[in-house]
Every structure is written in C-alpha cells, then in structure tokens.
C-alpha cells in the first residue's frame, strides 16, 4: 500500500482503497516544513520561482514601506455584516482594505510607480497582489483593475484566486502586472 498521509504515511483511507481495489492516487509531495535538513539545497517549483523572481524585482524596484493606522471601523463591521447576509459571497474585511487602497492608488497614481532608470514608470492599471499562504510558503496572484470593481466582485475574484493558489492551480498570468500587495496579518 503507497500512503497517502504526511511524508507517505500509510492512512485508513488508504487501506480501505487498497481492501476495496480502488486506484491508489500517488502520495502527495510532502511539506516543504517536513523535509529540509541544515545545509541542504531544496529545487524551486515553478510557483515558488516565479514568486521568488517577482518579490525580488519588486524589492529592487518599488520603494517599500509600513503602514499602521488606528479607525474605528464600527460602521463597516455593521455594513460587511448587512452584505454577508443578503449577499451571495461572503465579503471579508480585507476585501474592504483592498478597495481603499485601490482608491488611494487612483488618487495618487504616484504610488504605483516602479523605478525604471532614471525615470518612474506608472502602472497603467490599478492591479493589486494579494498574498496568500500555502503549503509551500507565500504567493501573491493578482486582483485586475480592481479600481473598477465594488467590494463584492473583490470577494468573488479573490475568493477564486485564494482556490487557485490553494489548490496550485495558479497560472503565470495571475501573477502579473500587480503594482501593490496587500497582506493581511490577521
């Protein structure tokens, strides 16, 4: 019996699939976490690589900082709760966030700027990253013109990328053109 478990571990499902001659689906590459040994060299996947080479184009490139603001949000607990009743996809509070931030990119197109040169180059579409964690580590596929979008359609085409990534089914074009990130801590 192949396992299917944690590091090829054989499970009962295995064992119920090998009693009742079902295929036995191969066991999936283990955690990342489980693996490495000091001192060794782990190969990139092609997820991980395009991530990498994007996040390291983008610390060369965008000037990077924090933001900590205090809000009583009060009203907005009151509205995502309203929404999530009567609505069809649940809207979560960073979807609110990342449309305030595509509003303040369209107020200051300045902010998408990259460092082209000796020039800066403006982002010709408000395109906001979204990072979401993974088995393997972090990727941050990329909300399209969200300056265009209400908060429900940010939740729905997040929701979708979020399954996407989850499920490793992310394609390179949904990791381009972002010009900011948003990541939500908790």
Do not use: H, W
Request: charged fraction near 25%; proline fraction near 5%; glycine fraction near 8%.
């Amino acid at each position: 019996i192949a396992g299917t478990g944690p590091g090829g571990k054989i499970t009962e499902q295995d064992v119920q699939n090998a009693a009742s001659g079902k295929p036995i689906k191969e066991a999936p590459a283990a955690s990342i976490a489980a693996e490495p040994k000091l001192g060794a060299t782990i190969p990139l996947n092609r997820l991980q690589k395009i991530t990498a080479e994007r996040m390291l184009k983008s610390k060369q490139e965008i000037p990077c900082f924090y933001l900590t603001v205090k809000a009583d949000v009060t009203e907005l607990v009151a509205l995502r709760t309203k929404m999530n009743e009567a609505g069809d996809v649940k809207v979560a509070y960073n979807d609110f966030i990342i449309k305030a931030v595509a509003m303040g990119l369209e107020k200051y197109p300045i902010m998408t700027g990259q460092l082209a040169g000796d020039a800066i180059k403006l982002a010709e579409t408000i395109n906001i990253g979204l990072a979401i964690s993974v088995p393997d580590g972090l990727v941050a596929p990329i909300l399209k013109d969200v300056n265009k979008k209400d908060v429900r359609q940010i939740a729905r085409d997040g929701q979708a990328l979020i399954e996407k990534a989850k499920s490793n089914r992310l394609a390179p074009t949904d990791l381009e053109g972002g010009c900011i990130t948003v990541s939500n801590l908790g």
